[in-house]
């Protein structure tokens, strides 16, 4: 069985962007990682609604929190810092998050910056990505 690419319908302007984003805390996602990634089968992506630059003590407690709350082990290839992010509407009853890397994506795609941690890793509470090569994020709201 091979797992279908979501495919986007449209993705939000900045300004709904920032309506999207109004009450999100963060994002968590969670995607396959390259098979030859054995050690470190899923590829997280955190999306912190901040665009403000993280000192480096706050940034590591922070990592650290995400790790112990969603027994994640064995981080490896770790970025953490400020970077585009987009979002697409698709078939998912949520907008996925789009981390912009290749310039013509951020040129194209409109993107709001946000404060993100990208890594490998693994967990046995991530079982569609670890165990069924499916991508899957879910969105945390302040109250």
């Known amino acids: 069985m091979k797992a279908?690419?979501?495919?986007?319908?449209?993705?939000?302007?900045?300004?709904?962007?920032?309506?999207?984003?109004?009450?999100v805390e963060y994002i968590i996602m969670a995607a396959p990682s390259p098979e030859y990634f054995k050690d470190t089968?899923?590829?997280?992506?955190?999306?912190?609604?901040?665009?403000?630059?993280?000192?480096?003590?706050?940034q590591e407690a922070v990592f650290e929190k995400f790790l112990d709350e969603n027994s994640i082990k064995n981080p490896i290839e770790v970025m953490s810092q400020i970077m585009p992010v987009g979002f697409s509407q698709?078939?998912?009853?949520?907008l996925m998050p789009l981390l912009l890397v290749k310039q013509e994506d951020m040129r194209d795609i409109p993107n709001f910056a946000m404060f993100v941690f990208d890594f490998l890793a693994d967990s046995d509470n991530f079982s569609e990505a670890k165990d069924k090569s499916l991508t899957g994020w879910s969105y945390s709201y302040s109250n």
């Open 4 to 23: 279908e690419a979501i495919k986007t319908l449209n993705y939000l302007s900045v300004n709904e962007i920032k309506e999207h984003l109004e009450n």
């Open 41 to 58: 089968p899923i590829h997280f992506t955190i999306f912190l609604n901040t665009c403000e630059e993280l000192p480096k003590e706050i």
């Open 90 to 94: 698709s078939q998912q009853e949520t």
